[in-house]
């Protein structure tokens, strides 16, 4: 996913002419630019880009590893904390082939791929389901019920969402019966975003 991102990301750069074939030789303006986007590219800017340009294999590796550590290195300063399913529930968390959820409380919407240059600075919520009862999940400020969300079936349902509406194709569960009541209970939303073409085909 980060690397079809990088992929926009550079189709975007080289249509306005930000990002010049040449700069793919200078790491220091491949890390300004990209890594940092430090020209000011923005997340609707490459949801809506339908003209990919090719190549610069090699230099999307190195900026999706450098990208990658710096997420982390963010994450790990962040609050880090637990979700889990409510006792009395009989929910499970499923698990999609991009299993990563993020929340986007100022647009209020579930993002497709993180802007990475936006991590630490505005309010994200990034879930990974570990198991079938609990999720892992960061956020820019301390939760004010503590570090583990136990009653909040209104995000396990999100979460859940999150996970058919941004898998590419497969979502994984060791109960048929799980992902059968979902797609009854999540089935019209999903219709009407891959009727508007905000999803690609989901499979089961």
Known sequence: MLHDYLLRFLSV????KLIDYSDLGNKEVLLRKVAYNEIDITYEQLQNQVKIVGGGKPQRLLLSLIIASDIAEKIGRRNLNILEVPTKSNDEFVV????????????QTILHFVP???IGKKDFWIFM????KKAIF??????KDGPVEKNNNDLVQLLNF???????????????????RHLNLYNNELR?????????????
């Open 13 to 16: 750069g080289y249509s306005q």
């Open 96 to 107: 999609s082939d991009n299993p990563v959820v993020f929340l986007d409380f100022e647009r």
């Open 116 to 118: 990475w240059w936006e």
């Open 129 to 132: 389901p570990i198991s079938p």
């Open 138 to 143: 960061y956020s820019k400020s301390k939760n």
């Open 162 to 180: 999150g996970q058919y509406l941004c898998c590419s194709d497969n979502i994984f569960s060791h109960s048929k019966d799980i992902i059968e």
């Open 192 to 204: 009407h975003l891959k009727q508007v073409g905000i999803m690609n085909e989901v499979k089961f």
